[in-house]
């Protein structure tokens, strides 16, 4: 990803109390030796020398190594991960002769281990101070080599929106924030260009049709005033931001949404993990 600051601003764990917030960038390594830092899975102390930013801010050294990357060979579309020696693209049996509104799907992780268990604090348990570190796991995705070459800074990151009362009753959307939280780390803008203006029955019963059927007018164009169409996206190219990519459902309706009412050129969904 070209001129983009690489340096990641992504802090460690929130300091348990304010006074340590003003003290810890002061006497940092001081106070972790009175508090030390806690690796924020299995709760051990991570060392006194760990990096006070990105991912080993977070863990300790072998929670890190259990990390579930997402490594090739993956669907060309969805990312779903395959054994074996594939030499060339392929798609997967999942998104042959599906159409899907999205160019492709980069996750950063599979669903599973300690990036479940972290997706889960942060969504259900409201734990929103690991908005840190799954923003740090998702930074990952930008290193996709179908990125490479191109100007992310021109790009927008559009987060997948939660319904209103849904969004009140979590009190955050999860998605919103990873796409803040990137945001501030790489300079590529953040726009709320989506709405979702219908709460959807659950979807695990459906199948992939009756999925995507379901969805059909569940998502709209946040209009300005005067009800126009956010004037950034004509054109332009988007990264669409979730959590977690399950059948692909919901971010190829974004997807569509964006391209044919926003005029949206290109839409790269960005996940921190693939169920
Ligand atoms: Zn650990
Ligand atoms: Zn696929």
Known sequence: MADLPRAMP????????????????????LLDLIYPRLCCLCKVPVPLDAPRAGMRAWFCQPCAD?????EPPFCKVCG??????????????????????????IAACRAEGPVRELVHQFKYERKLHLRGVLAALLLKTLDDPRLAGEDLATWRLVPVPLHRSREHDREFNQSRELALRLGQATGIPVSDALLRCRETDTQARLDREERLQNLRGAFALRRTRYRRRPPSLQGGRILLVDDVFTTGATTSECARVLRQEGGAEKVVVITVARG
């Not at 259990?66 to 997402?70: D, F, L, S």
């Not at 030499?87 to 998104?95: E, S």
Request: hydrophobic content about 40%.
């Open 10 to 29: 992504f802090p460690g764990p929130p300091a348990p109390n304010r006074l340590q917030g003003l003290l810890r960038p002061v006497f940092g390594g």
């Open 80 to 105: 779903e991960m395959y054994d074996g020696a594939f030499t060339h693209d392929f798609r997967c049996m999942n998104c042959d002769g599906r159409r899907l509104a999205f160019d492709f799907a």
């Open 66 to 70: 259990e990390v579930p990357w997402v």
